[in-house]
């Protein structure tokens, strides 16, 4: 027998068992991680996604705060708007209703994937739901950017001074 085996019966048969199990584990968690990496959605700003440049079709969350101005609701039920951090901004394109809460210069998470153009088609959005509330990967982010000034104040935004939704921009 080689001598890096234990001299203990029971021990070498711990140590076998220990070498067929490690491989099929380590297949499983492998196979598992592959699995889900198409599953998996990565947050970014405007300006993180233009420095990592997802490729179109890939499935992304994009947030910030949607640009004022920029809302432009079509006919045809689609909605255009841009979402902005200190640093860049993104168009979105979105098919639906948008939820009752957005508006221009609050807080926005969009689900979808950057078209060959470079615009973002969004499957789903995400608006903030009163004064103080910002999505984590949203609220870390702004910080990291200076653009955060706690309490739900985003430089720009003051919620004493808010009037309500603005009137919707229709593009005829």
Do not use: C
């Not at 021990?11 to 380590?26: F, K, N, T």
């Not at 221009?104 to 959005?125: H, P």
């Amino acid at each position: 027998m080689s001598s890096w085996l234990p001299k203990s019966r029971k021990a070498r048969r711990r140590l076998m068992v220990l070498a067929a199990v490690a491989p099929v584990l380590a297949l499983a968690v492998g196979l598992t991680l592959w699995g889900l990496s198409d599953s998996i959605s990565y947050f970014y700003t405007p300006a993180q996604a233009a420095e990592a440049r997802p490729e179109p079709g890939r499935t992304i969350q994009i947030g910030g705060l949607v640009q004022d101005g920029s809302v432009v609701k079509h006919p045809d039920g689609r909605l255009e708007f841009v979402v902005a951090d200190q640093i860049a901004a993104a168009q979105v394109v979105y098919k639906g209703d948008p939820p009752d809460l957005f508006r221009e210069g609050q807080g926005v998470v969009a689900t979808g994937s950057f078209n060959e153009a470079g615009v973002f088609e969004a499957g789903r959005l995400l608006a903030k739901h009163d004064e103080t509330y910002m999505p984590r990967d949203l609220q870390k982010a702004l910080k990291e950017q200076g653009e955060w000034r706690g309490d739900g104040a985003v430089r720009g935004y003051d919620a004493e001074a808010y009037q309500g939704p603005p009137t919707p921009v229709t593009a005829e």
